[in-house]
């Protein structure tokens, strides 16, 4: 199996309305926030917009067009934050929830909320560094501030008639399943690979991603590419990527660590088969795993029944003994120093 790297600079909704219907198997984005960051000087940068209106009216566009390329029942991921303020660009105290109008933009398109993450970035005592209003001293009761070192990935699936198809099989090992499905992923928001990006993904969230919602072969989008994580995350996990990034400095970056790539990266003998094989053998670990702890079980239990039998035969030769005429101090001296053993 050999998968494509595709990497376009530009602005999505334009290139995104040249892109086939159905032709995506799942979306991965961290959209641009309207009042947040400058990335470029360009109108069409969504973090240029004069206001909410236009920006959720412009973001509304991109996500009709990524639900047009997405194959039925496919996924989007969409990585963002309800943010405070006070990092935000116009001075105001306070949270901006945009919770509602991302998750209304969606259903309005078609889609179907069909999992959340909440994705632990950094500890509180990092965005203390970048936050006096969080230090001991800065504390104001009844105006308290928590820490938002926390983020959201909520999953999307693209609404199909009928009912819906549940795959079985996985790339996903047994042990990494036990971290990942948990609601609450703890990922250090650190990039790989020298990105040039101020707010790059994390690779580890972008790769739990792809193999949870894709298979080998699968082609993955990212609309607002940044850095290109996406793409090295989707290539290097056997899927084929495309990305868009409208700054030009982001896009040539991205491009500079592409071309560094062996060949070797986009060849593969991995395939939808060899993964449904590897869910299998995870499987038979698993059900291995099950007797082990059911046989360990039972152990346990038998010595705990011996150990309550031990303990009754010990009472009544303490009776006896007593019976005999020993004192109770001496039969405590005895059992103190048979030890443990009898306690
Ligand atoms: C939050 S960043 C994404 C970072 C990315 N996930 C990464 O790993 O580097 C949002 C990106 O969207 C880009 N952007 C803004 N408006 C855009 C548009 N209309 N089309 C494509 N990209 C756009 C910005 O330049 C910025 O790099």
Not at 75 to 92: L, V, W
Not at 134 to 148: G, H, M, P, S
Request: hydrophobic residues 35%; negative net charge.
């Amino acid at each position: 199996m050999k998968v494509k790297n595709t990497w376009i600079n530009g602005d999505c909704l334009k290139e995104l309305k040249k892109m086939d219907d159905g032709c995506v198997d799942l979306i991965i984005t961290s959209p641009p926030y309207h009042n947040l960051r400058v990335y470029s000087n360009d109108p069409s940068d969504l973090s240029n917009c004069e206001s909410y209106e236009e920006y959720y009216y412009l973001l509304g566009l991109v996500i009709a067009e990524c639900q047009r390329v997405l194959k039925p029942g496919g996924k989007f991921c969409m990585q963002y934050e309800d943010y405070n303020y006070t990092i935000g660009r116009d001075g105001r105290r306070g949270k901006e929830s945009i919770t509602g109008a991302i998750n209304k933009m969606f259903t309005d398109n078609g889609f179907c909320l069909w999992s959340e993450i909440c994705w632990e970035k950094y500890t509180p005592q990092r965005a203390m560094i970048s936050d006096g209003s969080l230090w001991y001293r800065n504390l104001k009761v009844r105006d308290t501030i928590i820490a938002a070192n926390f983020g959201y990935v909520y999953v999307y699936k693209k609404s199909t008639d009928g009912l819906m198809s549940r795959e079985s099989g996985s790339d996903i090992t047994l042990e990494e399943w036990a971290t990942w499905a948990s609601g609450v992923w703890k990922i250090p928001n650190s990039s790989i690979g020298g990105a040039n990006h101020m707010t790059p993904f994390a690779y580890e969230l972008c790769r739990r991603l792809i193999k949870l919602y894709s298979c080998p072969g699968d082609t993955i989008l990212d609309p607002f590419a940044g850095s290109g994580t996406c793409n090295r995350a989707a290539i290097e996990n056997h899927r084929n990527a495309i990305g868009i990034e409208l700054k030009k400095e982001f896009y040539d970056a991205a491009q500079e660590i592409f071309n560094k790539w062996d060949e070797a990266v986009f060849e593969s003998d991995d395939s939808y088969e060899k993964m449904l094989e590897r869910f299998k053998e995870q499987l038979q670990i698993g059900e291995l795993n099950k007797e082990k702890g059911k046989a360990e079980k039972e152990e346990m239990k038998e010595m705990r029944d011996r150990k309550k039998e031990l303990c009754a035969e010990i009472k009544l030769l303490e009776a006896q003994l007593n019976e005999l005429g020993m004192k109770k101090s001496e039969i405590k001296k005895l059992k103190d120093s048979v030890g443990d053993v009898i306690d």
